[in-house]
């Protein structure tokens, strides 16, 4: 059988820093293209199971030891990486520590989920959306079924 062609396949990690008040997030400034403030994240070995590899990267990128809680949801819009169809899974995850930026990343900083930077790499600002609305009303992200259409299925 002809092994098929498939999309490449991440793992992303929204960083919640537990030992802070309001629990902001991290974010790394990619340093190499595509540009914008970034989820810690990338691509999966094979072999390695998503959890594993979103816990390596988020490690990889920041120095930390973190703790997946949640799985936000897949994000598999063929036009969200310009570099090519990627698919990722999005976890929730704790970490307590001093971030540093590490690995892929320029710079490292840390966000209200409220206060964002204005660029934002791949499809991140739809991602950090959905996670806003998982924070306050405990929705995983939203089916999106419909190409045609900008919206989701709830």
């Known amino acids: 059988m002809p092994v098929p062609v ?3 396949l991440a793992a992303d990690a929204i960083i919640e820093l537990v030992d802070r008040p309001g629990r902001p997030v991290v974010l790394i400034e990619r340093l190499n293209p595509p540009y914008g403030w970034a989820i810690p994240g990338g691509f999966v070995d094979v072999g390695e199971r998503m959890e594993a590899a979103a816990i390596r990267e988020a490690a990889e990128e920041t120095g930390l030891a973190v703790t997946l809680r949640a799985l936000l949801g897949i ?3 063929p036009a969200r990486d310009p570099r090519g169809h990627t698919v990722t899974a999005v976890y929730v995850a704790e970490a307590r520590g001093e971030p ?3 690995d892929d990343a320029r710079a490292l900083q840390v966000f209200s989920p409220d206060a964002l930077p204005p660029v934002l790499a791949f499809d991140h600002a739809l991602v950090l959306a ?5 924070r306050s009303e405990g929705l ?5 079924l419909d190409v045609d259409r900008a919206d989701a299925i709830d």
Do not use: F, G, I, V
Request: no cysteine; proline share 16%; hydrophobic share 30%.
């Open 6 to 8: 498939t999309p490449l």
């Open 75 to 77: 994000y598999s819009d």
């Open 100 to 102: 540093r930026a590490m």
């Open 130 to 134: 959905d996670y806003r609305r998982w």
């Open 140 to 144: 995983p992200a939203p089916l999106r």
